[in-house]
């Protein structure tokens, strides 16, 4: 089975810029449908941005035209660039991996640690 951890998390002003990593051990990430999900305090797990195994895409409303998610399977990670940046942003934010693509639903079966992401205005 795949291992998934985050890193680039950060505080940063609203405005701003983050890049998000996923580094995958334990089995080749080509196979795997991918998606970075947010869960801010008091709040459900939200899907951000998901990517299928041939590159296609999907965004939630909130960030699209924001966020860009992408993979490099040759690296064995997924990344998530995340610009403009405003304070809603705020979250503990999580990389997801499974056989099925379940698009933004939170119900992939592998899932990193988190990193968290604060945004000040």
């Known amino acids: 089975q795949v291992q998934l951890v985050e890193s680039g998390g950060g505080s940063v002003q609203a405005g701003g810029s983050l890049r998000l990593s996923c580094a995958a051990s334990g089995e080749s990430l080509s196979a795997y449908y991918m998606g970075w999900f947010r869960q801010a305090p008091g709040k459900e797990r939200e899907g951000v941005a998901t990517?299928?195994?041939?590159?296609?895409?999907g965004y939630a409303e909130a960030v699209r035209g924001r966020f860009t998610i992408s993979r490099d399977n040759g690296q064995n990670t997924l990344y998530l660039q995340m610009n403009s940046l405003k304070p809603e942003d705020t979250a503990m934010y999580y990389c997801a991996a499974d056989l099925v693509w379940w698009y933004l639903s939170p119900t992939y079966t592998y899932w990193g640690q988190g990193t968290q992401v604060t945004v000040s205005s």
């Open positions: 990517i299928d195994r041939g590159g296609t895409t």
